[in-house]
């Protein structure tokens, strides 16, 4: 287990001292260059020590929406010349604290809801102290609709398949509701199950892809806070389906909260025996374990999560053979989301019939949608699959902010696109976003009001699938580069008459060619953009001109500082000795 070794190194020494890594490759009898290939993909991992305070600021969609750029130039200002070894600010992608912007990593813990005033209090702290306060909690108990257990014995499903062993009735009950993953591609869960249960080989995992982090993307967040008993359910019920004795819930290593709520309830099912060599008493077996991942976009994709499990650069394989003929060490494997788990239980307790009347307008089921941007308020809402837009914008998330009109929103983050106001009646489920041109996706809806620089938005989009790209493939690797170049160039007022052919270009090679759905999805925010607000696009093209005011207006954020800044020595000396950290609740 590399990662896990040198996540161990990392907690004991602040970072991965050359040293010790060669002590580790000996005693593990891997090549150094293989922990070097490792440490330096992921952004989790140092190689040099860290700074006395080390600011990441979110620098995504719903943070940029909000401010983000203006909160790290604002600190960058307020420390301006200062010791490397003292202070770094940079921007960081997405953190998962959408709902709460916006979001900063100090000395790897993340803080939400920050102002200019708080953070700067915090770092003056740091630098004079050394201390670093906890994180505020807001982890309020709630009833989720989706929970079968209101007051009933949990596992229930387990208990009764333990006993019983139909699994064919199981997976007979999984194909009529309908249920298809609920992370992104929409695949029918019990399609995939039945591909693992068939498989001869009798080595065979399950592994549940909790490592959302996508911008606009938390529910997965919300899941696990209030019905992770639910996710760990259906991961033992697959593992019982389809006959894998060992199942791996891949977790975001931002995810501290969540983590430790999953490792009790683990605790609890070894104690009841739902966990173990012999569930309840039967010659049945299944265990499950976390794995914190050690960062990165690019390892929500299936396989790359795999390489990462495995110890490996978190890059994508090619496909086929696809996981579930070979997955994690190369054997049969069932991927599926948290939401996708969770919905398990709930169709076996509850039934089919049940879980259809859920939806609305012919689809089954609820939804967990996580809603955040100009809204007054942001957060996740269980809503019948097929709910619209403007029913939860308005009437679940409170309306615009300021009493602004909406102008756009993203129905699952940046690789979904944007639609514009006038379609803010779509229905949330699969059929009704694809024929708008969109897609369902993950759930997460961001909302921009009025005076919204769509471009500007599109840019930032792109510029974060561009810096989570693992760079393996060439297509997404100089394509998505050339993307954010040319819609740079347009916000800064330059631009070519060769622009638009080549981005439509690029557009096409890297929708053919990229290995993954990362290098795929880059070229979706523009085109979106262009497609549905051209004419905000071409006022800057053509005539140099924002309509919304956010370009033009001196240097952009985008470019506007340097990677690193630097504390002067005077303004450490003069750093507070107590800090006073204020967080608002939510």
Partial sequence: MIVEELKALQHQFGYLPADELRALAQKIDVPVTRLHQVASFFP?????????????????????????????MSMEK?????????????????????????????????????????????????????????????FEQIQCKSDPYHGLERYAVVRALVESRDWDSALAALKASGLRGL?????????????????????????????????????????????????IEGMILAGLITGARKGILYIRHEYEHQERILEEELRRCRKEGLLGQKILGSDLAFELDIFVSPGGYICGEESALLEAIEGKRAEPRNKPPFPVQQG????????????????????????????????????????????????????VYEVPMGTPVSEVNFNKAGGITGGRKLKAFAPSGPSAGYLP??????????????????????????????GTCMLDMALSATQFFRNESCGKCVPCRLGSQKMVDILTQWTIGKSTADDMTLLDELSEAMKLTSICGLGQVVPVPIASVLKYFREEVEAHVSRRECPSGVCFSGVPSRVASPEVVKLAPAAAASANAAPKIILRKA
């Avoid at 788990?341 to 709930?346: G, I, K, L, S, T």
């Fill in 78 to 138: 307020r420390f301006h010349g200062a010791r490397e070894q003292d202070l770094t600010i940079r921007g960081v992608s997405c953190l998962g604290q959408c709902d709460h912007p916006l979001a900063v990593s100090v000395n790897d813990r993340i803080y939400a809801d920050m102002d200019e005033a708080q953070l700067e209090e915090m770092i003056r702290g740091v630098l004079a102290s050394g201390e670093l306060r906890e994180p505020f909690a807001r």
């Fill in 421 to 450: 106001a006038s379609m803010a009646d779509v229905h949330l489920d699969f059929k009704s976003l694809a024929d708008a041109g969109s897609m369902l996706g993950s759930g997460a809806l961001v909302v921009c009001a009025e």
């Fill in 328 to 379: 994690l060490w190369n054997k049969p494997t069932v991927i599926n989301n948290v939401e996708t788990f969770a919905h398990v239980p709930q169709i076996l307790v509850r039934g089919v019939t049940w879980y259809k009347a859920q939806g609305l307008n012919g689809t089954a089921g609820l939804k967990f949608i996580g809603v955040s941007g100009d809204v007054v308020r942001p957060g």
């Fill in 44 to 72: 989790h991992f140092r190689l040099a020590p860290p700074p006395k305070c080390n600011v990441l600021v979110c620098r995504d969609m719903s943070c940029h929406l909000l401010g983000g750029d203006k909160l790290r």
């Fill in 183 to 231: 992370g992104g591609a929409g695949f029918p869960t019990e399609s995939k199950w039945q591909a693992v249960r068939s498989q001869p080989d009798p080595e065979k995992y399950i592994v549940c892809n909790a490592d959302e982090s996508e911008p606009g993307t938390f529910k997965d967040r919300h899941i696990l806070t209030h019905i992770g008993h639910l996710v």
